[in-house]
């Protein structure tokens, strides 16, 4: 099957699934066509994504969510301010969408939670069946357990991945453990998809804590913390534009700039994650072995179900601050769940394959009608 990618380009998560997901299909026989991805003011496709993904990149304008300051999570009224006023511009980037999927008349798209996934179904209706990926669409699970007193946020979020998905043939969720499908929903649990560097690395047990975090403000309650345990080695990645490569702070306190194959090498080493509850963040230290404590970032609903799911799930250990602490004392109540989530994420290649290939025999009709027109 020639097979065409629509990828959400806000975070890099949506990026190393295509990639991964691109392996997969390809060693199966399928031809990834190209990939269809959103870009704004400040987001650029990362040069890793246009290197691997092994098929034309066809790039347009798409909202993104703007943060406050400071790491103080998304501001809403300047998201839907910035988003209305762009909106011709957005309508124009569904009109280039259209035309790619003309253009490259694939036999199947694979929308990776992208924004217009679901608007391009409903608009233009091109017959070519949609498949969407991504961990947001667990949470239209009805056995998934959110936060308490949530009901508001979970509307809007189920509401957005409603949206994303708009008549499309299936949604497969990926999730940290094996969870029974929903079809009635069109619903299908999936493994993970990890990049091929996370799988090649050889875990050891180190003896110094990883913390990461999506914004360099953070670092104060690092160093609060660190202040009172001078003893406990830490290497942290942050953003800061104004540090060096590689700033010591003192003789057991290092921050490193963001660097993806670094920062996988010493997840392979450390003793324990600190990190926002990203999903890949946490699959990628699960399948290492490493306990994890996962800080959502504030007002940031989708981490704080990430990170309730993933205490469920056996990665660790959740936190509202970067109170190092809080990892300490949950160490030695840690049961290693590699194996399990090891022996979960390896089925998922023939899954994958499966899903995919349900839509072969009806690609096959609608390839002899056209030849027939």
Known sequence: MRILFLVQGEGRGHLTQAISLGQILRSAGHKVVGAMVGTSPGRNIPSFFQEQIFAPVHQFAAPNIIYKAHGGGMNVGKT????????????????????????????????????????????????????????????????????????????LINLNSKSTSWLSANRLALSFREMPSAPELKITVV????????????????????????????????????????????????????????FVFDSTLTFHQINSEKYLRMLATCRALVTTAGFESVCEAMYLGKPVMMVPV????????????????????????????????????????????????????????????????????????????
């Open 191 to 246: 493994p993970p998809l990890l990049r091929k560097e996370v799988i090649r690395l050889a875990p050891q047990k180190g003896s110094f804590i990883l913390v990461y975090m999506t914004h360099h403000s953070l670092s104060s309650q690092v160093i609060e913390w660190h202040r009172k345990h001078p003893d406990v080695h830490l290497h942290c990645f942050w953003d800061n534009a104004d540090a060096s490569e590689e």
């Open 298 to 373: 504030p007002n940031h609903f989708e981490q704080e179900c990430n990170a309730i799911d993933g205490v469920i799930s056996g990665a660790g250990v959740m936190s509202r601050s970067f109170d190092l602490s809080v990892i300490f004392d949950y160490l030695p109540k840690h049961v290693d769940q590699s194996e399990k989530f090891r022996d979960w994420y390896n089925r998922g290649q023939q899954m994958f394959v499966r899903e995919i290939a349900e839509f072969e025999k009806s690609i096959h009709i609608r390839r002899k009608m056209q030849s027939e027109i």
């Open 80 to 155: 839907i301010a910035t988003h209305l006023a762009h909106l011709p511009k957005y309508l124009k980037s569904l009109h280039r969408i259209h035309e790619t999927v003309k253009q490259i008349n694939p036999d199947l798209i694979v929308s990776f939670y992208d924004t217009y996934g679901g608007l391009y179904n409903l608009i233009y209706r091109s017959g070519i069946p949609m498949v969407c990926i991504a961990h947001q669409y667990l949470l239209l699970h009805p056995k998934f357990i959110f936060p308490e007193n949530s009901r508001i946020n979970q509307f």
